[in-house]
């Protein structure tokens, strides 16, 4: 059972361009969290989702930050205009859909991105 | 708000020496605890949880951790450190009984020296 896959691992950007972010979950598993890493601290929670829900947004930036998981194909998490304080890990993470097994978040390798 | 503290930014062990990374936590009730561990460039993985029942849980990799409720403490342990236990060491917390996003601490990092 392949993990959580993110990608790209590796994202560089200038100023001004548009950031996307890509996280496919764990096979059989319909919860997806991203969570941000900036350099030198912990993970700070940015967004749940469900298929085609948002659950919980409360962490993320009123502005240029979007996320989305469809029917169809990986979450997405993208960031428009970036500026060099977007610069950071993001970390995509899933949850089964029943049992205890629902609190428990599998992470994935993460995605670095880099504005210059 | 639920927070997590974890004292130690960094902490250095020789190998074989036993270890306890702290974590203290605030919350109205028990939520369920976790401890990840990440390395360098690389993504977290669970080493164990605490949802209920016995306060001492068993973890992959050799480690433990205990829950003291009176404490608000869910403290990780190992017996016998070894090298490749460098990393750094996050604490988690989430609300119980329902799905939800996770509070980290700030993490400890690990320093293992032969």
């Known amino acids: 059972n392949a993990g959580v896959m993110q990608n790209p691992r590796h994202l560089v950007r200038r100023r001004g361009q548009e950031a996307r972010l890509r996280c496919s979950p764990m096979k059989g598993h319909s919860h997806v969290y991203w969570y941000r890493q900036l350099p030198e601290e912990g993970l700070k929670f940015m967004v749940y989702?469900?298929?085609?829900?948002?659950?919980?947004e409360s962490g993320m930036p009123k502005e240029r930050f979007s996320a989305e998981f469809p029917k169809e194909g990986p979450s997405i998490l993208r960031i428009q205009q970036v500026v060099r304080g977007d610069s950071a890990a993001y970390f995509c993470a899933s949850s089964p859909t029943v049992g205890q097994g629902l609190y428990e978040q599998y992470f994935g390798p993460g995605t670095r991105l880099t504005v210059t | 708000a639920q927070s997590v503290t974890q004292p130690d930014i960094h902490i250095t062990v020789s190998e074989g020496a036993s270890l306890e990374l702290r974590c203290n936590y605030s919350y109205g009730a028990t939520p369920y605890l976790f401890w990840y561990v990440q390395s360098p460039g690389q993504g977290l993985q669970l080493l164990l949880k605490y949802f209920s029942g016995d306060t001492l849980v068993q973890g992959i990799k050799g480690f433990e951790a205990e829950f003291k409720r009176s404490q608000s403490s869910f403290n990780l342990r190992k017996p016998s450190v070894h090298w490749s236990d460098a990393a750094e060491y996050f604490c988690a917390v989430a609300p119980t009984g329902t799905a939800s996003k996770l509070t980290f601490g700030t993490g400890t990092r690990l320093q293992v020296t032969l």
């Open positions: 989702l469900q298929k085609e829900n948002i659950i919980d």
